[in-house]
């Protein structure tokens, strides 16, 4: 029983330690963003390696989750003689939910693990340790720039993502379905807000871009520097980033669409 | 009187005073007093896992001791503010055990990495300043390497191109000849001699390789269980009073450090075997 106890005690402390280092590491990540304006090329390299990278994979999962959102949606809506509607359903559920959520889990997964896996790498190899020594620091040459390219990547790969979700929608609700062309854009002009909508996806987008990447190379940073400590931070990242993205969007959700 | 005090203290670069450091409950050093002369190659020696790599850090600054003093150069390093460390740094090269080279630069953006951090300087002296550093340790031609294409000696000596390239005060070397083959072993050796002098430098080697250590050092200090147990030339370390200092020295497989591990009595337990069996 009180074993039981001491380990609780021993886990809460240890949680508490880890979430200390992370806002510790955060604040002095953001430090080091000055230094990375002033040098735009780190920060053109890691645009690259986890926003243009990413690009395919957000695409193409982009225009499967509209297609596959057209063809239930339109199931359900031909019911009530409401297919026209199609356009609206698939616009709005992808610029308030499935567009940044999706979009950060997979991001999560593809570049997330990725930039853990690098960074704790670099750790192991002493990489980090001979920066220090060098008089450069770590968190300003190597950190700053990938987090800053993370939080500027996922709201323009949001858009993407949603922008061709729309667009599979259309091939299969227009295309295939035959629903009315006119109607399914129309509509969505219509009915898709700038503000309440568009706006509050964009404010989740850059939400789960800062939450996303500070987890994925907060865990590169703290890893245990060995093969089974990178790949034990690699999981953490992907397993840590989906809890916060799907518990973020609650709350977010709930502030924004809760009283409407 | 002072005069004196200030010059003695001026021929010493690193000087630590009753220095304490613990990993959790594991003591690692347990009341160390150590001087590094200017100018000098001088050995930190000792058997695997007594913390010399640690002893690295706490002059470095990457830790901080739990009592005691670390001065490099005059300055007390554990009281320094963060752009006095990096400023302080910037005149100390480290050679780390694995070469530690950043796996997405070649060769030469490796060497000329400090150089670009630390300096504006323009890119034509960059490549002089670069070239001449890998023509040092002998790698001119290995520019347009990656670190992954090097073998393990070749690392290190970039390594050594790059922790020399900002012309530091002092050069620390971690384990520099571990896992050598003796061509690369050779050149290392000869290297850290020949840059010392020739660049008036002060170089500190970490290493349990004793023959290849003692050859070019002009002081060693031998470190075991979190206390200096011996110092001196090598000449002086060979002719020691101490078993625990000679057995070290002479590669000895019993002595003080005992061959076999604690254990109870050989006959009992076999015997005892033999019952459970």
Known sequence: ?260 | MVEAADSSQSDTLVRMRDLYFARGSHMIFDGIDLDIPRGKVTAIMGPSGTGKTTLLRLIGGQLYPDRGSVQVDGLEVPALKRAELYDLRQRMGMLFQSGALLTDLNVYENVAFPLREHTDLPESMIRDLVLMKLQAVGLRGARQLMPSELSGGMARRVALARAIALDPMMIMYDEPFTGQDPISMGAIVQLIRLLNDALGLTSIIVSHDVRETAAISDYIYVISRGKVVGHGTPQALDATDSEWVRQFMQGLPDGPVPFHYPATDYREDLLQDEEVG
Not at chain 1, 47 to 71: E, N, P, T
């Open chain 1, 1 to 260: 029983m009180f074993e039981w106890v001491r380990q609780l005690g021993a886990n809460g402390l240890q949680f508490f330690e880890k979430l200390g280092r992370g806002h510790l590491f955060l604040w002095k990540t953001l430090v080091g963003i000055p230094d990375v304006v002033m040098r735009p090329r780190l920060l053109i390299a890691q645009l690259l390696s986890v926003g243009v990278l990413s690009l395919a994979l957000i695409a193409i999962s982009g225009l499967f989750v509209g297609m596959v959102l057209a063809l239930q949606g339109y199931n359900t809506l031909v019911d009530f003689s409401a297919e026209e509607s199609l356009g609206v359903m698939v616009a709005l559920s992808m610029v308030r939910e499935l567009g940044p959520v999706v979009t950060a889990l997979l991001f999560a997964g593809r570049a997330g693990s990725a930039l853990t896996a690098e960074i704790g790498l670099m750790k192991a190899t002493e990489q980090l340790s001979g920066m220090e020594m060098m008089a450069v620091d770590p968190l300003h040459r190597v950190i700053a720039p990938r987090f800053l390219a993370g939080f500027i990547s996922m709201p323009l790969l949001v858009a993407i993502f949603s922008a061709v979700g729309i667009w599979g929608g259309y091939f299969v609700g227009v295309g295939l379905l035959g629903v009315d062309e006119g109607a399914y854009w129309a509509q969505m002009q219509a009915k898709v807000d700038l503000y309440d909508d568009v706006l509050n996806g964009v404010i989740k987008s850059f939400v789960f871009g800062i939450v996303t990447t500070w987890i994925a190379v907060f865990e590169g940073y703290d890893a245990v520097p060995t093969s089974e400590g990178v790949s034990r931070a690699t999981t953490r990242t992907v397993v840590h980033s989906a809890f916060a993205v799907l518990g973020l969007d609650f709350v977010l959700t709930a502030l924004m669409f809760g009283d409407s």
